[in-house]
């Protein structure tokens, strides 16, 4: 079965056809909407940021011409599909009234960007063979772009700003077909240099790679004629994606460069954090829109405009929900097995309803819990009002779980919590157990923590699910759409096999839990990135501190995050090198992610909060706010030991 | 259909003790300047070619050692490689090490390119032999190494001709012993970009080889390739090795995913080649290439991309058809080693393996000598 949840980004769907099918329109709409309201989006640099698999690529690549122009070509056939699409990319100013405003063009920066920064040249002049570089190959994309979609370069012209006549000629003019043609005479002289076994001395440089070459200071937009006649204008727009490929003095530098005033270009560039150092990284993971951004010193908001595509902005656990859905239900729509039997829904693959616990199962739970009332030494009248608390809660909270005749073993978990609970707040069982029934210093009670501790400790105890349903699979996703969807597809493939064999495609709530863990522990085996090995030891330790903490019998913590007082981190230095890359990279791949300055017990911590995909693997809580206290050196002696 | 020759068609190789017998009776000619460039690494194979080398002309060679310092890579291997660095300076009285960082600071691949300036440097006019092994050097750096000094004994300097030898040591277990830890970017060799991402290249159909190891992270990383190349076709790369019946099924096992779901690969695309003789690819590859040049000729033309992984000798043959046809290469190069010592120790008899890229056993009327 050709899946194309398994292809993972939208970087496999080459054909536009097939890409914008399953483009949701919700992160446009979330991200950007609002700040195309505010005219930032294409007067300012605009810097995009996330982790790998967070939709950067997939936002560039839609508002490139190629998309855009697509999907006008097919709103009359399939308008059903992307009348949304549509209407977000309309609201950011990408089209209006079927024509596009916007010749948007992604480059990815790749490998020969860098290699400039290898030459032995002075800085000045390798940022500068990099930019010209950029400027040509932008010229060059926007130009085959206008030729791709049918419009004739003689029918097109470059608009030049108004005081730039004299560097107009540098150019090539403003024919499109001069301007295309001295495009690529600076790209191959350029290319020639990247990719050279030994680069040329300063000296023997070509002139077409160093004479002054700056399309981004002249042009204003282009003008082209459509087959009507009417003639439009196109705002140019360059998407640089990846530049956490080029070095971190490079990427400076091309920051700086895009914020010139000269420039009348909209420009975005995408990124990961890689591109910062550690302490870069480690303050702009948690960096609010309003600071300095610190790898350029610049002040957001007036300078640049800096959207992060996780985090802060946008951590509403709802909102991606609802476009997690979305996506899943436009890729679940290219799978035949699915398409033939009228399956359109990703939801109505997933059965939410748990079992009735069997007879033998509530026979050992009661025994359990009649043991753990012994052991305590908690008398029958308490072990009633606490029962009575559990029952009332399971009634009255509108959890999911909370049926009661489906939830023998929750009830039976809770009520040992309860016990436990009751015990420590007495200070332990009397020596004289006849009288021992004292009033606890704080009440005990059922509420959401308890449930929830009781859900984790069966999960581990007792295998009963705990991952399943739509919002948990999306919330592990840890709003990483390409997470998501390799965790879906695992499902999806599941469900079609018992599809095939002429089952229901119906996929139980312990087959989704069982899926989902096997694939995060893959998932989490699979890893490849720098530094992925002490990562992943890293995020296996805590892992594993944070399951101890929670199946504790009083059930006081659903860790899944590990915290540090802030001062401690404040003095992170480089004394801790490779406990900075082990973070940096940890953040940047979405093993985990900081929070700091988060106030707890009157003092200030700094968070590392678990990655979904961690926090599956090791059965943890998905709710946030429980953490473990720690210290830098626990984190730093971790990373020492070998992987 | 006629295929043009390539330039090592009738390449003149040697096979183990025949290889043995050709370095012991040709580098013992008093009159030979010879600079060998060899690997310094962890791997058990490193010191085998400098030996032979040593015991036939150690007084007048210049070694050059290259040390390929790659972070994610465990202390008993960094021991290795000191150990071989140590035991092949011991045999030559001029010798250099270059420490050649592999991965800079902000984890670009960087290693070839850095390579080949050092080793430059070492190239002086009067060497009459430039000796080459590939056993212990990574991909990244052999492949822009051999390419620099090829064009340097083609330009003939002080109007002397130069000998350009390869060597390496044949020996399967070891290259399925040592695993890699690939880098995130797929990024082209360095001097192997040919015309990729060029404007002038664009209306290409783009073939790409990817030659299959076995690896639990190999179908990843040439995944990981295959998304930055975009290609038009693919046609996999699968050795058939006589000592491992089964390796060409294992192989298909492991990629069956990519094959139906992305590569969309089918037993017509397949290229098998053998193992142990680099040649027999190279010709292959040359063969494919020049069929596609006339089906794509008046639609854009056909680029070809190579990307070798695992077996060094098939790495050799793409590495002389990606040199004779300018045609890219593209990795995602290893920014860390693991190695299954227990397969080490299994390891069969080790072959030497010689091939004489340039000079005079070729005629001298121009560059190209072995096509003539």
Known sequence: MDNPFKKRTTEHFRDDVAFLSVVAPEPITRFLEKHAQNSDLYDRPVVICGTPGSGKTTIGRTFSFRSVQTLLQMRGNREKDYTELVAALANCGVLADDRPLILGCRLQLESDYRDFWECPYPESLKAGLMTSLLQARSVIAWLRQLEEAGYSLDDVQAVARQDAEATVASIGGTAAAQLLKRACEVESALYSIVAALLPPPVEQLEEDATKAYQPFDVIEAFRVRGDDGVEFNLRPLAIFDDA????????????????????????????????????????????????????????????????????????????????????????????????????????????HELPTVSDATVRQLEDESAKVQRRLNVSDSRRQSLEQSVNNYLQSSRQPDSDLERNTDVFHAMLQILMYRYRKRTKGPSLFPEVDDPEPSRPVAANAEVFESANLVLLHRNKRPYYYGIDRIADVATENAETFLRLAGELVERSATQLTRGKPGLLKPRDQNHILRDEADRIMREWNFPWHPQVRHLVDALGKRCRETTLQPNGWLRPNSYGVPQEEYDKLTASRQDLRSVLKFGIAWNAFDIRPKYKCKDRLWCILELGGVAILKHGLSLSQGNFIEGSIAELARIVEEKP | MMRNRGRWDDCVQHWGDAAIAFVQDFFTDADRKVILVCGGGFDPRSRIVADHVADACAKDTHCVILREDVPLTDDTLVKRADDNTNAIQARFDNHQVERINMVSGDQAVTGGRTAVQRVQKHLESGTTDLIVDFSAMSIGVAFPLVRLLLEYAEQKPGGQTVNLHLFAIDEPLTDGAITSIASDRATPVHGFGGQLGLDASRGAAKLWLPQLGLGESVPEVLGRVYNWLEPDAVCPVIPFAPSRPRLGDDLIWAFRDEFESTWQVDSRDIVYAHDSYPLDLYRTILRIDDIRQQVFRDVGGSMTILSPFGRKMLAIGAMLAAIDRDFPVVRSEAVGYRMDQDKIDDAEQVRMVHLWLHGEAYPQDNSKEADQ
């Not at chain 1, 300078?303 to 902005?313: A, N, W």
Request: hydrophobic share 35%; no cysteine; aromatic share 8%.
């Open chain 1, 244 to 351: 956490h490929e080029l070095h971190q003095e490079q990427y400076k530098e091309l920051t700086r460069w895009l914020t010139r005033r000269e420039i009348r270009v909209a420009r975005w560039l995408l990124t990961r954090l890689d591109v910062l150092s550690p302490d870069e990284v480690l303050s702009a993971a948690s960096t609010d829109p309003e600071a300095t951004q610190p790898h350029t010193g610049m002040k957001t908001r007036r300078e640049l405009l800096f959207v992060r595509l996780q985090g802060k902005e946008g951590r509403e656990k709802r909102k991606f929900r609802g476009m997690a859905r979305s996506m899943a239900d436009r890729y679940l729509r290219h799978i035949s097995v699915f398409q033939q039997r009228g399956i359109t829904s990703f939801v109505s693959l997933l059965e």
